[in-house]
C-alpha cells in the first residue's frame, strides 16, 4: 500500500474542509479525487504533503507518517499544479535545475532535457518564465513533477490552461511516463472527462467527505441512482454541484 488515509479531518475555525475521511492507494493506481469547488480536495493534498496539520486522523505515505518522516516521505513523492509560482527571472533550465537540486536528481541537465522534450518544451529551456503562456507554465510544471522519478505523484488540475488538443496530448504523456514507472497518481480535477479516461478508481468529495468511491461506472450508478451502463462523470459533477446550489438557497 502507497499510501493509508485514516479518518481525517481538518477544521479551519468552525468550518470543516475535510470531514473524517479514509482511503487508501495502491501501488500503480490512478486515482482521481474530484468535486466541486470546496469540497476538500486541495486541503486533503495539502495535508498529504505535510504543508498543513490535520486536526484529526493519520496519513501514512510508504508505511510513514507524514508529520514524523516528512522529509524522507518527500523525496519520493512530488506534487505539481499549474497554478505553482516558479520564480520568474529564472529561466525553464535554471528553475527545474533548482528543484532537481532539492531532489538530489542524479544527472540533473540530461534529466530536465528529456522531459522538456516529451512535454513538447525544449525549445523554451533558456525562455524566463515571466515570458511562458499559460499553457507552457503548465507543461514546466508537470517536468517538475516527473524531475525526481516519484513513487507518487500528486496532480492538482494537471491540464488547466492547456487547450483540448494539447490536453490530449499531455494526458497521453502521463499515461505513459506512468506505465514506464509505474508511478501512483492522485488526479485532483474538475475535469470530468480527462478522469473519466485515465483514472483506474475515483473518489468523489462533497462538503469535506467522500460521498462516493469506485470505479467511474460504479461512482456514477451510486450518486445517480440509476443502472448505467457507462460512466457518465461530468453528469454526475453537475448533478452535485446543482445539489450544493439548492443547499445554499435553503439555507
Same mark, same amino acid.
Do not use: W
Given at each position: 500500500?502507497?499510501?493509508?488515509?485514516?479518518?481525517?479531518?481538518?477544521?479551519?475555525?468552525?468550518?470543516?474542509?475535510?470531514?473524517?475521511?479514509?482511503?487508501? /492507494?495502491?501501488?500503480?493506481?490512478?486515482?482521481? #479525487?474530484?468535486?466541486?469547488?470546496?469540497?476538500?480536495?486541495?486541503?486533503?493534498?495539502?495535508?498529504?504533503?505535510? #504543508?498543513?496539520?490535520?486536526?484529526?486522523?493519520?496519513?501514512?505515505?510508504?508505511?510513514?507518517?507524514?508529520?514524523?518522516?516528512? =522529509?524522507?516521505?518527500?523525496?519520493? #513523492?512530488?506534487?505539481?499544479?499549474?497554478?505553482?509560482?516558479? $520564480?520568474?527571472?529564472?529561466?525553464?533550465?535554471?528553475?527545474?535545475?533548482?528543484?532537481?537540486?532539492?531532489?538530489?536528481? $542524479?544527472?540533473?541537465?540530461?534529466?530536465?532535457?528529456?522531459?522538456?522534450?516529451?512535454?513538447?518544451?525544449? %525549445?523554451?529551456?533558456?525562455? $524566463?518564465?515571466?515570458? #511562458?503562456?499559460?499553457?507552457?507554465?503548465?507543461?514546466?510544471?508537470?517536468?517538475?513533477?516527473?524531475?525526481?522519478? $516519484? =513513487? /507518487?505523484?500528486?496532480?492538482?488540475?494537471?491540464?488547466?490552461?492547456?487547450?483540448?488538443?494539447?490536453?490530449?496530448?499531455?494526458? =497521453?504523456?502521463?499515461?505513459?511516463?506512468?506505465?514506464?514507472?509505474?508511478?501512483?497518481?492522485?488526479?485532483?480535477?474538475?475535469?470530468?472527462?480527462?478522469?473519466?479516461?485515465?483514472?483506474?478508481?475515483?473518489?468523489?468529495?462533497? %462538503?469535506?467527505?467522500?460521498?462516493?468511491?469506485?470505479?467511474?461506472?460504479?461512482?456514477? +450508478? =451510486?450518486?445517480? +441512482?440509476?443502472?448505467?451502463?457507462?460512466?457518465?462523470?461530468?453528469?454526475?459533477?453537475?448533478?452535485?454541484?446543482?445539489?450544493?446550489?439548492?443547499?445554499?438557497?435553503? %439555507?
Amino acid at each position: 500500500m502507497i499510501v493509508s488515509v485514516e479518518r481525517l479531518t481538518k477544521t479551519f475555525g468552525t468550518f470543516k474542509a475535510v470531514d473524517d475521511i479514509t482511503f487508501s /492507494l495502491q501501488p500503480g493506481e490512478i486515482v482521481g #479525487l474530484v468535486g466541486p469547488n470546496g469540497a476538500g480536495k486541495t486541503t486533503t493534498i495539502h495535508m498529504m504533503l505535510g #504543508l498543513i496539520s490535520p486536526s484529526a486522523g493519520t496519513i501514512r505515505i510508504f508505511g510513514k507518517e507524514v508529520e514524523k518522516d516528512r =522529509e524522507d516521505v518527500l523525496q519520493r #513523492l512530488n506534487f505539481t499544479s499549474p497554478y505553482m509560482a516558479f $520564480p520568474m527571472r529564472l529561466t525553464v533550465l535554471e528553475n527545474l535545475a533548482v528543484y532537481a537540486r532539492i531532489y538530489k536528481v $542524479p544527472d540533473p541537465l540530461a534529466r530536465i532535457t528529456g522531459l522538456l522534450e516529451r512535454f513538447g518544451i525544449g %525549445h523554451l529551456k533558456n525562455k $524566463p518564465v515571466s515570458r #511562458l503562456s499559460s499553457g507552457e507554465n503548465t507543461r514546466v510544471a508537470l517536468c517538475k513533477g516527473f524531475l525526481n522519478d $516519484p =513513487e /507518487l505523484l500528486l496532480l492538482d488540475e494537471p491540464s488547466a490552461y492547456l487547450d483540448p488538443q494539447a490536453a490530449i496530448q499531455v494526458r =497521453e504523456i502521463l499515461l505513459g511516463l506512468q506505465r514506464l514507472r509505474g508511478t501512483t497518481i492522485v488526479y485532483a480535477s474538475h475535469n470530468m472527462r480527462e478522469v473519466q479516461r485515465a483514472c483506474n478508481r475515483v473518489i468523489f468529495l462533497n %462538503h469535506g467527505r467522500i460521498i462516493a468511491s469506485g470505479t467511474a461506472i460504479e461512482v456514477t +450508478r =451510486e450518486i445517480l +441512482r440509476e443502472n448505467r451502463e457507462v460512466p457518465a462523470l461530468e453528469e454526475v459533477f453537475v448533478h452535485i454541484a446543482q445539489r450544493r446550489r439548492h443547499e445554499v438557497i435553503s %439555507h
